[in-house]
């Protein structure tokens, strides 16, 4: 998977202009030492949504930022505002969700309530 680039809505201001982050996709020790950065939930109607872990999206986002092949600066992030933090989160959590069997078979049913044929909802 490439890198994630997202646009700001407000620029960071500083001794430089950033109208950028970039973030990289999250490799093997990554994933070991953070975990998921989401659960699944009930929706309320025998469907399933992802409910983010806000303290493990912190710690990815402040890992994986990136300049091209270069570390990026995670002092960067508690300068956002809260649409340009919610860009961030999405992100994030759409490395995994790309990934995640639920999404990629299309189902979202409660495995109590399935039938054995997948049904597809919408997660939010």
């Known amino acids: ?6 646009t700001l809505d407000k620029p960071i201001t500083g001794h430089k202009v950033i109208r950028q982050l970039e973030f990289r996709e999250p490799r093997w020790d990554d994933i070991m030492e953070i975990g998921d950065v989401y659960v699944w939930v009930p929706r309320g109607d025998d ?4 409910s983010p872990l806000h303290g493990a999206i912190r710690r990815y986002a402040e890992r994986l930022i990136v300049e091209g092949d270069k570390p990026g600066d995670p002092l960067n ?3 956002l505002g809260t649409s340009d933090t919610r860009k961030v989160k999405d992100a994030i959590m759409g490395f995994f969700l790309a990934v995640d069997p639920r999404m990629t078979s299309g189902s979202t ?3 109590e309530n399935s039938s054995s044929t997948p049904g597809s909802s919408p997660t939010s």
Request: hydrophobic fraction near 50%; charge should be negative.
């Open 1 to 6: 998977m490439a890198n994630i680039t997202i």
């Open 109 to 111: 049913e409660s495995s």
């Open 77 to 79: 992030l508690p300068l």
């Open 47 to 50: 469907y399933l949504i992802p």
